[in-house]
């Protein structure tokens, strides 16, 4: 591909599934759902992870964690053929987005006739761009009929609610400064006096087709309702709530779909709660990954130390968005080791290994790139500021293997609104498909052969 072409109709219509995937998206609940539609509709065969596996060659499966985690596994045809390397060929991604929960008492009255939600922050969102939009709700909810209590996915899809900045006149110093306190300036409004204690549960109640006292549990989040979009006088920019990190889910997703590749066991991860740490059962962190690596390798008829050659002839590629140099904070970012919009997938390093790329996993994916005519592109954080995190490296404390980190640049990360390249989209789905197309033979850390 040339880095230098213009945006085409092609880039658009996938920057315009990608939307749409987003919008199915609401909640990292929803995002395996809608993932999961995505597998089933490529024919992969769902095994849950309370039943036995049957698990063949020419195969594909998927299983799911907590309902908000999937893996997903090609078993290549020729996997056990003369000159095959048993290995595992990974990507791997996150399902929810920097947002607020609400809490078990969701509810707070007042002051005058006001109804306001009591919330918390998930994950390190930048809080002031959460202000003045219109707000929904989604998640799931446990929901009793009789003895059976059943988890049910849930989105309002309707505007419920906004959090209202404060006028200007009673604040002449907030264009100076803004701090706002999450316990007070944060709660958002549903009503000015018509509604009472118990809506949440009675709107939702009425979306699901229940009796609000059929409602035991939820777990919610509040939703921008800011219409996703292509732009720009050329198409260029694609804007959404959770481009961190469903721009990766939707284009690692699409690539492990249209890959193929006879000689090993490709596999798509996305995980939950990297936005909090990942430290949960089916967190990156978890043994969600190298639990389904070991049902696998047994279903296949390996043994476990013939899994422990696998791994250790294995690579992820780690996908979390990477920060695009800012057109009015250039100096913020590194003057050698920064990336821009449209210019292809990014390779991310840090020397403190907050990111999981070493020399080599940059080799080995920059060379499969590059045999693949895709572009690729390189960020460090400056030398003197700390950089973010992401799942790589925290995975690997679980599943030891080869990892490069990876993601699509783009600006105001965070942000209840995010934004990246149109291009970009295209040009992330060849790269990783490139990965899982190629078959890295991998020796150790002496050498790896490209097939």
């Not at 095994?47 to 290549?76: H, M, Q």
């Not at 949960?280 to 190298?290: D, E, F, I, N, P």
Request: hydrophobic share 40%; glycine share 6%; net charge negative.
């Amino acid at each position: 591909m040339d880095v230098t072409s213009k945006t085409t109709a092609t880039d658009v219509a996938l920057a315009e599934e990608l939307v749409s995937f987003i919008q199915k998206s609401p909640s990292m609940f929803h995002s395996a759902a809608t993932i999961r539609s995505y597998l089933d509709e490529a024919g992969f065969t769902y095994l849950p992870e309370t039943g036995a596996w049957d698990v063949e060659p020419g195969g594909s499966y998927y299983t799911c964690r907590n309902n908000s985690t999937v893996i997903a596994w090609k078993v290549g045809a020729r996997l056990a053929e003369e000159g095959s390397s048993y290995h595992f060929q990974l990507a791997a991604s996150h399902s929810d987005s920097p947002t607020f929960k609400l809490k078990t008492a969701a509810e707070l009255e007042g002051p005058e006739s006001y109804l306001r939600l009591d919330t918390e922050a998930y994950g390190g969102m930048i809080d002031y761009t959460w202000f003045d939009k219109p707000l929904s709700l989604a998640g799931r909810v446990l929901v009793r009929e009789g003895a059976r209590i059943e988890s049910r996915l849930v989105s309002l899809d309707r505007d419920v609610a906004i959090i209202p900045s404060l006028p200007i006149h009673l604040d002449r110093s907030v264009n100076e400064r803004f701090s706002p306190n999450r316990a007070s300036d944060l709660c958002p409004i549903m009503s000015a006096g018509d509604c009472t204690m118990g809506t949440v549960d009675a709107l939702v109640a009425e979306s699901l087709g229940v009796a609000p006292e059929q409602i035991v549990a939820r777990d919610l989040f509040l939703v921008n309702r800011q219409r996703p979009c292509v732009w720009g006088a050329a198409n260029e920019f694609v804007s959404s709530p959770k481009l961190d990190d469903l721009a990766c889910a939707f284009t690692s997703l699409k690539a492990f779909l249209a890959s193929d590749n006879e000689r090993d066991v490709s596999v798509y991860c996305c995980f939950d709660n990297e936005e909090v740490g990942s430290n949960t059962k089916q967190g990156a962190m978890s043994t969600v990954l190298a639990d389904t690596l070991a049902r696998l390798n047994a279903a296949l008829g390996h043994t476990a130390d013939e899994l422990r050659q696998a791994i250790a002839k294995s690579m992820l590629v780690s996908c979390d968005n990477a920060h695009a140099v800012h057109p009015n904070q250039a100096g913020k970012y590194d003057a050698a080791n920064r990336c821009r919009l449209n210019g292809g997938l990014v390779v991310k390093e840090a020397a403190n290994q907050k990111y999981c790329t070493d020399a080599f996993s940059r080799a080995v994916f920059a060379a499969v790139c590059a045999d693949a005519g895709v572009p690729v592109q390189t960020f460090a954080n400056r030398s003197d500021m700390a950089g973010g995190s992401t799942l790589g490296n925290l995975s690997n404390t679980q599943v030891s293997m080869h990892a490069v980190d990876v993601g699509l640049p783009q600006l105001a990360m965070h942000s209840s609104f995010e934004t990246s390249g149109t291009r970009d989209v295209a040009l992330a789905i060849a790269a990783v498909r490139a990965f899982y197309d190629a078959d890295v033979r991998i020796d150790g850390a002496d050498a790896v052969e490209l097939g």
